[in-house]
T-cell receptor, first 111, second 119 residues
Framework: SQQGEEDPQALSIQEGENATMNCSYKTSINNLQWYRQNSGRGLVHLILIRSNEREKHSGRLRVTLDTSKKSSSLLITASRAADTASYFCATVETGANNLFFGTGTRLTVIP | GAVVSQHPSWVICKSGTSVKIECRSLDFQATTMFWYRQFPKQSLMLMATSNEGSKATYEQGVEKDKFLINHASLTLSTLTVTSAHPEDSSFYIC???????????????FGPGTRLTVL
């Protein structure tokens, strides 16, 4: 299967704490993307990191990519209750143009 | 910015009937669109790649005769679930890569999804 794996499957934290989610994948990639999905809704693109990048920031989000370990992490700092959602990593393989999604992490931020 | 819509947002049908789901790119053209299926509390699984003017490419294990895809224009792809059964109940999501307005091909925009329930 080309599907990546995310860890942890579920994460529950207090508001204000940081949340870290990890993603591992199996193939050579062009880029890796992180998406957010509220329950029963569509996906929202959060951030894209290319294979030649190691770290990227966007607001309270920080993404790292280690292509040697085929892994990525998403850090959400100073979490808010509104951050409660499922977070998915997705990879675009080298030479392809479709996305393969990880298993997802369900984040719950307790007010 | 790039917007993708889906219609309907939800549908309930009887077993054995066919259901058509539309995916539209509203402010950009998409020669390629992707269809995903998501079961409750699970990840998105790519079903097929829809290509404007040509046949769709299906992922392994996806029945092309059951999930008919038509991409007749640069802004519309349709997925028809034929002879639907309860096990086809799922959340179907489409996406399109942005090719204009500064978006690179790797920026994908997702529709809001269609929840199908087959009784």
């Amino acid at each position: 299967s080309q599907q990546g794996e995310e860890d942890p499957q579920a994460l529950s934290i207090q508001e204000g704490e940081n949340a870290t989610m990890n993603c591992s994948y199996k193939t050579s990639i062009n880029n890796l993307q992180w998406y957010r999905q509220n329950s029963g809704r569509g996906l929202v693109h959060l951030i894209l990191i290319r294979s030649n990048e190691r770290e990227k920031h966007s607001g309270r989000l920080r993404v790292t990519l280690d292509t040697s370990k085929k892994s990525s992490s998403l850090l959400i700092t100073a979490s808010r209750a509104a951050d409660t959602a499922s977070y998915f990593c997705a990879t675009v393989e080298t030479g392809a143009n479709n996305l393969f999604f990880g298993t997802g992490t369900r984040l719950t931020v307790i007010p | 910015g790039a917007v993708v819509s889906q219609h309907p947002s939800w549908v309930i049908c009887k077993s054995g009937t066919s259901v058509k789901i539309e995916c539209r790119s509203l402010d950009f053209q998409a020669t390629t669109m992707f269809w995903y299926r998501q079961f409750p509390k699970q990840s998105l699984m790519l079903m097929a790649t829809s290509n404007e003017g040509s046949k769709a490419t299906y992922e392994q294990g996806v029945e092309k005769d059951k999930f008919l895809i038509n991409h007749a224009s640069l802004t519309l792809s349709t997925l028809t679930v034929t002879s639907a059964h309860p096990e086809d109940s799922s959340f179907y999501i489409c996406s399109a890569p942005g090719l204009a307005g500064g978006w690179s091909y790797n920026e994908q925009f997702f529709g809001p999804g269609t929840r199908l329930t087959v009784l």
